[in-house]
């Protein structure tokens, strides 16, 4: 299986709010549900919740496909402005 994405045309974080935002960096980090929740003091079904609305929101269905956005985000902030 082939993943393939096209680099997000915006910010991936920006469009997400700063609770959300904390949990997308979490999960790039490869922190499990339970870990993401003791991390931010929030129950296991609460970060469940977050995970579930950023998917619908990035229009995404996989941590791995959240992971590599993130990640796209990451190296953009990295890169000198034009």
């Keep these: ?37 003791r991390a931010l003091g929030i129950s296991r079904h609460t970060v469940e919740a977050h995970v579930s609305h950023i998917f619908v929101k990035l229009g995404i269905g996989s941590r791995v496909k ?9 190296m953009r902030l990295l890169q000198p402005s034009q």
Excluded: Y
């Design 1 to 37: 299986m082939k993943l393939t994405i096209d680099p997000p045309s915006a910010s991936t974080l920006s469009r997400l709010t700063r609770a959300v935002r904390e949990v997308a960096m979490l999960v790039f980090d490869g922190a499990s549900n339970c870990q993401i929740g």
């Design 66 to 74: 959240l992971a590599v956005m993130v990640a796209f985000d990451q």
